[in-house]
């Protein structure tokens, strides 16, 4: 049996390092936010012929004027995504026939224009569903726990699971501030939506140790050694934890390699996600609940 109480300060302390290297690299390099979260337009063209980023950069700006432009085109080279400050839907039209114009056979795939106002309100909304999301699971692990009161009081439950999320939210995003500065890939409601998913799996795991961890603790004649119990309860569900991990992270590997690539960061956030939140779940999750026995 693997003695998990023997190595706790071990996997504490790789998470304290990990959250630490994730605050610091969230305040260095910050988040690209895309243009359904600051506003701007979206627009995607498909062009009959190759075409290199610098001669649509250069007709946006210097034929056309438009300010603030990105673009990036896929591998094929034939499809391009151009971020840039917020037009109108006739200018759009009128930009895309000038297009027509400049480049021949150009076919219009994805437009999208938003203003500032509904970017900072999505951003605003976005922060209050992960504030009501973490608080929510909280309070209804402590409510879920209330009948397991010793040696670890119920809402001490809510809190470590409330620790744990956060833990595992806080790494992904930090992984994806650090990403987004090396590639100038940017964050748009997907982001938003992976965290959610992650912290939604990852609870999911945390409430089938502790759910052990009770189970064993109603039935135990040594109650007051949690340390036994919970070394008990993480040996009994390791194989199941891992094993509903794996078939998820099979899963999104495939999505990842055969996938679309506008979804591709999207699905490498869950990937991430879902490794850490296996992790914590049994190596943070379980020795906080030892820590916090009887304070």
């Known amino acids: ?10 996997f504490l302390g790789l998470s304290v390092v990990l959250v630490v290297a994730s605050i610091v690299s969230i305040y260095m390099f910050g988040f690209n936010l895309g243009v359904d979260l600051k506003g701007g337009t979206l627009w995607q063209l498909s062009f009959e012929n190759q075409i290199t980023v610098d001669e649509v950069k250069g007709f946006l700006t210097d034929d056309i004027g438009l300010e603030n432009v990105g673009v990036t085109k896929d591998s094929s ?3 391009i995504l151009i971020r840039s ?4 839907e006739d200018q759009h039209q009128s930009y895309l026939s000038s297009m027509k114009e400049k480049f021949g056979l150009v076919e219009d795939l994805r437009f999208e224009s938003i203003g500032p106002a509904i970017g900072k309100e999505l951003r605003d909304k976005a922060l209050l569903a992960f504030i009501f999301v973490l608080t929510g699971i909280s309070l209804y692990v402590a409510f879920a726990f209330r009948h397991v009161s010793y040696p670890v009081s119920s809402w001490k439950y809510g809190i470590i699971t409330l620790v744990t999320l956060f833990h595992d939210a806080l790494i992904s995003a930090g992984f994806f501030a650090f990403w987004g500065f090396k590639t100038g890939i940017e964050i748009d409601t997907n982001f938003i939506v992976a965290i959610l998913v992650i912290i939604g799996f990852s609870v999911h795991d945390t409430i089938v140790v502790f759910d052990r961890i009770r189970e064993n603790l109603m039935t135990s004649k040594d109650r007051g050694n949690l340390a036994k119990i919970v070394n008990m309860s993480v040996n009994q569900t390791f194989a199941r934890s891992f094993n509903t991990s794996l078939t998820l992270v099979l899963v999104l590997i495939t999505l990842i390699i055969f996938g679309a690539s506008s979804l591709s960061y999207f699905t490498l956030l869950i990937l991430l996600g879902t490794i850490i939140g296996t992790y914590s779940s049994i190596f943070v999750a379980s020795p906080l609940l030892t820590l916090v026995q009887g304070k």
């Open 85 to 88: 400050s917020e037009f109108t």
């Open 77 to 79: 080279g034939l499809i």
């Open 1 to 10: 049996m693997f003695d998990l109480m023997k190595y706790k300060n071990l």
